[in-house]
Nanobody, 126 residues
Framework: QLQLVESGGGLVQPGGSLRLSCAAS????????IGWFRQAPGKEREAVSC????????RYVDSVKGRFSISRDNAENTVYLQMNSLKPEDSAVYYC???????????????????WGQGTQVTVSS
């Protein structure tokens, strides 16, 4: 079964850190661009960060620049999202997704992504 599995979410205080993982099973992430997306209750899903298949190019939504860092370990078949200096407004369900097609802008379009994980909850609260 081809799937992505996110982990690493949880409850953290403002200013804290979490590292999300996105692991692929049933296929290799080589050649795939990976995006992290999030959706908070009552809000639209938004792109947070994306990384190219080589790992050379990464992009971030303005609200997380300087705080979040995306990376990938193709040997481990995993992509990470390191989140520092977390704020309450970062609270959301975080999803990773994979696509082979070129993306434009921040992370391209949602429908370009072939595989999606089930999501992991991140809650930033005191």
């Amino acid at each position: 079964q081809l799937q992505l599995v996110e982990s690493g979410g949880g409850l953290v205080q403002p200013g804290g850190s979490l590292r999300l993982s996105c692991a692929a099973s049933g296929f290799t992430l080589d050649g795939y661009r990976i995006g992290w997306f999030r959706q908070a209750p009552g809000k639209e899903r938004e792109a947070v960060s994306c990384i190219s298949s080589s790992g050379v190019i990464s992009r971030y939504v303005d609200s997380v620049k300087g705080r979040f860092s995306i990376s990938r370990d193709n040997a481990e078949n995993t992509v990470y999202l390191q989140m520092n200096s977390l704020k309450p407004e970062d609270s959301a369900v975080y999803y990773c997704a994979a696509t082979r097609t070129p993306v434009f802008g921040l992370c391209g379009l949602f429908h370009q992504y072939n595989y999606w994980g089930q999501g992991t909850q991140v809650t930033v609260s005191s």
